[in-house]
């Protein structure tokens, strides 16, 4: 059974600064790996698809990562802003689950001015 | 391009009475799955269709159904509502389709379910 785990759970930091934000994942036959922001009470959006053969994939000020054979993930965001804040979550999608991602439970980010 | 369409947005409901909620997903696409969100348990997968099939349940109880349509909406469906029910409910759909499971997930809103 995949289980995602994601660290920190809660991270601040000031406007400007680069940050990480880790994900790992217990079964290593994923097919992909999705990054998502939600903002309170909302959807998510998607932010960034790693397929299972690539190494990481960019978008803007955001950088993710994908490393199979460890169960890592990491997104990098350069240069955060105020408007960055929101709970990011990643997801893995494997084996023969059509159609499942499982979730860790998130990490809040709040960048203040 | 449209993107996934979720109603209602809002619903307060009683203890057993029973709810439908609808998605449409983006056009062109044809998996459908859902998704409960509390804040207790985040995100969990209730369960996927492509093509009107059931692909893939989650861990529910048969009070929670689910349907697809020719057009590719997706209805599920909360039968004898418990307090425990309430939650975000959110639908996400993808291309979907054999082997193409490389897809990326597209999420719609969210119908925020309260259950008094």
């Known amino acids: 059974k995949q289980e995602v785990t994601q660290i920190p759970a809660a991270l601040s930091v000031p406007e400007g600064e680069n940050l990480v934000l880790n994900c790992s994942f217990t079964?290593?036959?994923?097919?992909?790996l999705q990054w998502f922001r939600q903002d309170p009470g909302k959807g998510l959006t998607s932010l960034l698809l790693?397929?299972?053969?690539?190494r990481e994939q960019t978008s803007g000020r955001l950088n993710a990562s994908l490393d199979k054979s460890s169960g890592r993930s990491t997104l990098y965001i350069a240069a955060s802003q105020p408007g960055d804040s929101a709970t990011y979550l990643c997801?893995?999608?494997?084996?023969?689950?059509?159609?499942?991602?499982?979730f860790g439970q998130g990490t809040i980010l709040t960048v203040h001015p | 391009k449209a993107g996934v369409t979720q109603t209602p947005r809002y619903l307060i409901k009683t203890r057993g009475q029973q709810v439908t909620l609808s998605c449409s997903p983006i056009?062109?696409?044809?998996?459908v799955s859902w998704y409960q969100q509390t804040p207790g348990q985040g995100l969990q997968f209730l369960f996927e269709?492509?093509?009107?099939?059931?692909?893939n349940k989650g861990n529910f109880p048969g009070r929670f159904s689910g349907r697809q349509f020719s057009n590719s909406r997706s209805e599920m469906n909360v039968s004898t509502l418990e307090l425990g029910d309430s939650a975000l409910y959110l639908c996400?759909?993808?291309?979907?389709?054999?082997?193409?499971?490389?897809?990326?997930?597209?999420f719609g809103q969210g119908t925020r379910l309260t259950v008094v």
């Open positions: 996400a759909s993808s291309l979907g389709g054999w082997p193409i499971l490389n897809t990326e997930a597209f």
């Open positions: 079964d290593s036959a994923i097919y992909n």
């Open positions: 790693i397929q299972s053969s690539q």
């Open positions: 997801a893995a999608a494997g084996g023969t689950s059509y159609g499942k991602l499982t």
């Open positions: 056009s062109g696409h044809r998996s």
């Open positions: 269709y492509f093509s009107e099939t059931q692909r």
